[in-house]
């Protein structure tokens, strides 16, 4: 079983998809839109874990209006 450490200082990318609940599409997506901030090390991509943490942060604070804006939610 591969467990990943929630106290290391940088994630690969499927693992800091697994710490923060998100698909590994998403992590990547936002890594290319240069909302999450990458580091390559040889071939790895890495993420630091504080800028992760800062991406999470960042993202809009769930609320009616959100909810309204999210593609998902409006009607076909």
């Given at each position: 079983?591969?467990?990943?450490?929630?106290?290391?200082?940088?994630?690969s990318?499927?693992?800091?998809?697994?710490?923060?609940?998100?698909?590994?599409?998403?992590?990547?997506?936002?890594i290319?839109?240069g909302?999450?901030k990458a580091?390559?090390?040889?071939?790895?991509?890495?993420?630091?874990r504080?800028?992760?943490e800062?991406w999470?942060?960042g993202?809009?604070?769930?609320?009616?209006?959100t909810?309204?804006?999210c593609?998902?939610?409006?009607?076909?």
């Amino acid at each position: 079983m591969n467990t990943v450490q929630n106290d290391a200082v940088a994630y690969s990318v499927a693992d800091a998809a697994r710490v923060s609940g998100m698909g590994r599409s998403t992590v990547y997506n936002a890594i290319s839109a240069g909302e999450l901030k990458a580091r390559k090390l040889g071939k790895r991509t890495v993420v630091l874990r504080t800028d992760l943490e800062e991406w999470l942060a960042g993202a809009p604070i769930y609320s009616a209006e959100t909810k309204a804006d999210c593609p998902a939610n409006r009607a076909a």
